[in-house]
C-alpha cells in the first residue's frame, strides 16, 4: 500500500497535466488551448465508446488515462523540440519510474508503468487503438480549433 503522503505528492505531481497546455497548440497561436489532462480525459471516453469484442475496452481506457502521464514531469515535447526520440523515451521513463519509487512497488503503480510501457512499445491491440484514439483526438480538436 501506498504511503498517504506519498499519493498525495503523486497527485500534485500530475496536476501539471491540467494547467499545461499542449504545446502544438500553443506553437500554433490558438487561445486558450486545451490541456494535456483535457486530451488524456478526452481519449479515455473514446475508449469507452470503441466497441470491439476482441479488445479489453477498460485496459484501453486505463491506458488513454496514463499514456501522457510522464509529460507532468517532462513537459509536452513535440518533434519539433530537437529532442531525439531516445531522449524523450528516457526522460519519460525515468518519470514514470519516480512514480513507482514515491508510489512504493504496489499493483497500481506496477500497472501504471506497465500500461505506459506498452502504449510506448505499441505491443498489444490494445496499444495500437490508443495510438490511433491519440491521433483521432488531436484531429478533433483541430476540428474545434477551425470552427
Not at 526520440?85 to 501504471?112: C, N, W, Y
Request: glycine content about 4%; proline content about 3%; hydrophobic content about 40%.
Amino acid at each position: 500500500m501506498s504511503k498517504p503522503s506519498n499519493v498525495i505528492k503523486f497527485l500534485h505531481i500530475i496536476e501539471n497535466l491540467k494547467r499545461t497546455k499542449r504545446t502544438g497548440w500553443v506553437d500554433n497561436g490558438i487561445k486558450g488551448p486545451e490541456s494535456i489532462a483535457d486530451h488524456m480525459h478526452r481519449m479515455a471516453v473514446m475508449a469507452m465508446l470503441f466497441d470491439n469484442k476482441s479488445l479489453d475496452t477498460s485496459k484501453c481506457v486505463k491506458m488513454a488515462i496514463v499514456h501522457d502521464l510522464a509529460e507532468s514531469v517532462v513537459g509536452d515535447i513535440t518533434p519539433h523540440m530537437n529532442v531525439s526520440k531516445t531522449e524523450k523515451h528516457k526522460l519519460e521513463l525515468d518519470a514514470i519510474e519516480s512514480f513507482r519509487t514515491l508510489l512504493g512497488d504496489t499493483p497500481q503503480s506496477r500497472e501504471i508503468r506497465n500500461l505506459w510501457q506498452e502504449y510506448e512499445d505499441a505491443s498489444t491491440p490494445e496499444a495500437l487503438l490508443v495510438k490511433d484514439l491519440d491521433k483521432f483526438e488531436m484531429l478533433v480538436q483541430a476540428v474545434e480549433y477551425e470552427k
